[in-house]
Each structure stands twice: as structure tokens, then as C-alpha cells.
């Protein structure tokens, strides 16, 4: 790709999955390769500006004003990383400048004072700080002054590309964080926003991390790269020229980034506005006309991850709201489901294979969200579980070889993640299933920690439960895929939400589970509400395909068109 080429199609280049990232990186890899504006044979090569600086330096050597450079090594063939245009060379900054200077200032001196957290990691940001006294700040700190470059040496500042152009502070002088290196510009010779360009590159952060000293978690930049890593110099006026071509493409990156975030916002409300609409539709016929304006505009509003999962969620709302299939007139009712599960209940506990529990208040209609289709009813999860049982509170021992033990570790919503499943001993297992083995059916709760989490038990699995797990076990009227439906829905949501305890690790205390209620349609209803969520989420899922699929050719294009570019 040429480089007008990518010039007239940057704005499609952004579109590429973090594609203004890339782009803002490709911009300096360019920049300080020499590929980013022309060069001018006119201008003063930098062999001759090197020279210039060199006597400079000796000058203010001789005047005492600075004192004389270490002699730093010759740049070597293995050290250079790439080609220069002509006019360029390759130098280090301790040659064209000063490195981590001291400012002689008196202590009455209002000055400023910058903190890490003011430095900016992005590219051309205004410069905050701190209002002191030169005599407060002068020992223990990083000194700078106006035109200085300063640089974050420690982890994860300097991978996160903390650095900038210091300018515009009180009487031209400052100090600040400790963990700062330094580079002075003498007399106007280097750009200092050259310099800048050049220490957010790519190349220049990628290489300092593998030169990284220190202990995990505050490891930092020796002085050594800083001041002696290989540094592309330009000519002073082809430095100016990069600099404002730079300044003009990030100013066009901040515009894609803002209209993208512009359009992505838009996205979202259009697609709030129409499920809420969907959600909130009073007639069948209101229903499907809203349906009908999501389908009709389907693949611009789920262009986007994001609006994937509402429409998630919108669909299990739907489906426990009765809204998503048709009622049908000649299904028994839920209210004579509800007659048989309850005498279900009582042979059960007279034949003393469930325990006889405390009956529940009545549903309040301040407990009820939303109006249920005739032939529907509210219930408590309790009335309509044979089983509710919890885990024991202890985190078993795992083995290489034994049974399998299902905990939130190895739990997708819906799935069980069967390469992070642990394992336990024959004798942990046995005393795991005390209560209550999981069967073919059955399902599991993640109730603390990553609360929600949820699947329906498939056959041919033994399993037990680990840590932070529940089980229901429904009556044969409540279809244990509908029930796991519900679970996951915001309704059900809404209400443990609220019975959150716990600080450290919040959880819901099984008893209060018990309590919730959930929408109990006509079986047959269930059947058709499964079925069609099935459907729907399985677009889902392909929806998702569809847009990793997209992003991942988007990305293709575009790391294809960076390597070209820096190969050129």
C-alpha cells in the first residue's frame, strides 16, 4: 500500500477493530521512520546538525554551564533497526541534549509540581499541575523545565505510554514524580515534540520492555536505554514538518474516535429505544409491528457486540413475560399444574422422602412485576422445586484422576467448560452427593461469586457440586430448560439483586432464593417458549460469528496495511 493510498482510506482503516489505536501507533512508526512526509533536499542534513549541537554542547562545557558528557559508544550495525532516509542519522539523546537535568532556581520561586497522575498518556494532551514553593519540591523530585521531554520509567506507566512536552509552567520550571526520566533540548536544536513522537512509538516501547530491571509489579526503564537506545534524527526543518503532520492526523483520529463513539452511542439508544418498545407493547399487534421495525433494521443495530447481549436478555424477558409465542386456549391452565404439584408435594413428604417445609406468604402485589397472559401464575421457586439444595461450604481437595466437581470455575452461562473442570476422590465425592446427587435435569446455580451462572444437568454426567453451587430439582411441570430461561432472566435478576449480602464475596443466602417468584405458564407453553428461545439464541450466536468473522478480516486489512507501509 502506498502512502496515499492509505491517506484516502484512513477513515476505513479506523473502522478495524481498535483501528484508531493502530492507527495513532502506525502514524509514529512512520513518523520516526521518515515515511511520513517527504523529505526536502534543501534542508541541513543531520550529520551537519549533529555537529552543531556538538559544538554547542563543548561551548556551554567550557562556559561551566553543563558539564561534559560521558563518551557514549559508536552506534553499531546490530543495534539499528531499521533504514533511514539520506539526510537522517542515527544518534542517541545523551548526543543531543541533556539527560535528567537539575534546575538551579531560587527557593522563593513559585513553580509547578506534577504528580505521575498528571502525566497524560495520550498523544498532544494539555499539561496539568500543582501549584508550590521551589524550596518545597526542589530535593526528593524529578526536576524539568519549559521545553523539557519527560517520560514515565515504571511499570505499567511507561508500557502505557505516559509521557510529554512539558510547557507553560509557573516561572518555566518544575518538579515532580521520582519516576520520571528526562530529556533538555539545548538552544532549539531538537523539536522536542520530535522527541516525543519518538518515545510513544512503537518500536521504542516494545524494545524498552524487554530492558525492563526490577521486581515484579515495579520494574522500570534503565537510564541507560533512555539516554543511549539508537535514536532516528531527522533535520531539524523535516522534524517541524512530521511534527505538524502528526499533529494533523491525530487531530483526524480524535474526529473518528469521537464520531465512532458518536455513531456507537447512537446504536445503543436506537436499540434500547426499540426493545423497550418490544418489552412494553400492550397488543399482539403492537408486538409484532415493533418486531418488525427491529427486523428491518437488524443488521445495523446488531453490528455491535454490546446491542448482541441486549437483545439476550430482551429475548428472556420476552419469553417470561409471555410475549414471545402465542397462548393457546385448549392448554391446561398453570393454576390446575399448580393443584397437582402441590399434591405431588404432599405424598412425597408423607412418604418421607422430602421434608415438609413452612409454608410461604402469599404473593403480594407489590412482589409482582408485570402482568402474566390468562393462564399463567406467579409462584414461589420453592412450590415448584421437588429439591433445593446448596453445597457444602468447604473447597474439597482436587486430584489429577477422579470424579468430576462442577464449581463456578468451570462454568459459561449455559455451559460446562469441560477442560477447566477439576476433579476429586472417590471418598470427597460420596460426601459431596450426601445431600442430594445432581441428575440428568437438574439445575445448577452459581449463588456467590460470578452469582447467575447456570446450566441444566445433561445425561450420562455424574457430577457433584462444588463450592458457591445450588441445585434445583423441578417438579415434572416445570420444564427444567424454561426454569434455567427464567433464572437468567432480569426479572429473576431484579430480585437477587436485592438479597445481595457479603462484602469481600457477595452471595444469596438459599433461603431467600426459596422466596423469589417466577411466571409458571401451561407445559405445553413452556415447550413452544423453549423452542423458540432456543431458536433466537442460536441467531444470536451466529450474529456473534458474523461480527468476530468481520472484525477479524477488518484487522487482517489493516495489520496487513501496516506491515506494507513500514516495509516500504
Not at 515495579?218 to 517541524?240: I, M
Not at 430461561?485 to 464475596?505: C, D, H, P, R
Request: some cysteine.
Amino acid at each position: 500500500m502506498k502512502l496515499e493510498t492509505f491517506f484516502e482510506h484512513f477513515d476505513l482503516l479506523a473502522e478495524a477493530p481498535n483501528g484508531v489505536q493502530k492507527l495513532r501507533e502506525l502514524i509514529l512508526d512512520l513518523a520516526v521512520r521518515g515515511k511520513l512526509v517527504p523529505q526536502d533536499a534543501n534542508d541541513e542534513p543531520a550529520a551537519v546538525l549533529l555537529e552543531r549541537i556538538k559544538k554547542e554542547k563543548e561551548r556551554l562545557v567550557k562556559e561551566g554551564t553543563i558539564k561534559k558528557d560521558k563518551l557514549s559508544q559508536p552506534i553499531i550495525a546490530e543495534e539499528i533497526p531499521y533504514k533511514l532516509p539520506t539526510n537522517w542519522q542515527w544518534t542517541r539523546l545523551c548526543e543531543i541534549g541533556l539527560i535528567n537535568p537539575r534546575n538551579e532556581v531560587d527557593d522563593s520561586t513559585i513553580a509547578s509540581f506534577i504528580p505521575m497522575n498528571l502525566i497524560p498518556q495520550s498523544y498532544n494532551k494539555e499539561i496539568r499541575y500543582e501549584v508550590r514553593k521551589w524550596a518545597d519540591i526542589k530535593k526528593g523530585f524529578t526536576h524539568f523545565a519549559d521545553g523539557d521531554v519527560v517520560l514515565a520509567k515504571i511499570t505499567p506507566c511507561f508500557q502505557n505510554r505516559k509521557s510529554t512536552v512539558i510547557y507553560e509552567l509557573k516561572n518555566s520550571v518544575g518538579a515532580g514524580t521520582t519516576e520520571l526520566h528526562v530529556y533538555r533540548p539545548i538552544n532549539n536544536l531538537i523539536n522536542p515534540e520530535y522527541v516525543l513522537l519518538y518515545l510513544k512509538s512503537a518500536e521504542f516501547i516494545n524494545n524498552g520492555i524487554s530492558k525492563l530491571t526490577g521486581t515484579a509489579g515495579q520494574k522500570r526503564v534503565p537510564n541507560e536505554y533512555f539516554a543511549e537506545n539508537p535514536f532516528p534524527l531527522p533535520p531539524l526543518n523535516e522534524q517541524k514538518r512530521i511534527v505538524t503532520k502528526v499533529d494533523e492526523l491525530m487531530k483526524l483520529c480524535d474526529e473518528l474516535e469521537a464520531r465512532q463513539k458518536k455513531k456507537r452511542e447512537t446504536r445503543i439508544l436506537i436499540n434500547n429505544a426499540a426493545l423497550n418498545k418490544l418489552l412494553t407493547a400492550n397488543t399482539p399487534e403492537t408486538f409484532t409491528k415493533n418486531w418488525q421495525r427491529i427486523g428491518d433494521n437488524f443488521d445495523i443495530l446488531y453490528s455491535a457486540s454490546e446491542n448482541i447481549g441486549k437483545l439476550r436478555q430482551a429475548i428472556l424477558q420476552l419469553a417470561v413475560m409471555g410475549k414471545l409465542v402465542p397462548q393457546d386456549a385448549n392448554d391446561e391452565p398453570a393454576a390446575v399444574l399448580l393443584e397437582r404439584i402441590k399434591k405431588e408435594k404432599e405424598r412425597l413428604v408423607n412418604e418421607g422422602k422430602v421434608k415438609k417445609e413452612k409454608s410461604l406468604t402469599e404473593i403480594k402485589d407489590d412482589e409482582i412485576p408485570f402482568d402474566l397472559p390468562i393462564g399463567w401464575e406467579w409462584e414461589r421457586v420453592t412450590n415448584l422445586c421437588e429439591h433445593i439444595v446448596d453445597c457444602l461450604h468447604s473447597t474439597p481437595e482436587f486430584i489429577t484422576e477422579g470424579k468430576l466437581c462442577i464449581d463456578t470455575t468451570c462454568l459459561n452461562q449455559g455451559e460446562i467448560l469441560f477442560h477447566k473442570v477439576r476433579k476429586v476422590s472417590e471418598e470427597t465425592f460420596l460426601e459431596r452427593i450426601r445431600r442430594l446427587q445432581p441428575l440428568a435435569g437438574d439445575i445448577l446455580f452459581s449463588r456467590e461469586g460470578t452469582i447467575g451462572l447456570s446450566i441444566v444437568v445433561p445425561e450420562g454426567l455424574e457430577i457433584c457440586l462444588g463450592q458457591r453451587m445450588m441445585m434445583f430439582r423441578t417438579f415434572r411441570w416445570l420444564i427444567p430448560e424454561y426454569f434455567r430461561y427464567v433464572l437468567i432472566s432480569k426479572m429473576f435478576v431484579n430480585q437477587w439483586e436485592k438479597k445481595l449480602i457479603g462484602t469481600a464475596a457477595h452471595h444469596i443466602n438459599i433461603g431467600d432464593i426459596k422466596k423469589m417468584i417466577i411466571p409458571f405458564p401451561p407445559v405445553n407453553e413452556q415447550k413452544r417458549i423453549v423452542a423458540k428461545v432456543d431458536k433466537l439464541m442460536k441467531l444470536c450466536d451466529e450474529l456473534e460469528t458474523k461480527l468476530t468473522q468481520t472484525q477479524t478480516e477488518s484487522e487482517k486489512i489493516i495489520n496487513a496495511a501496516v506491515k506494507q507501509l513500514l516495509m516500504v
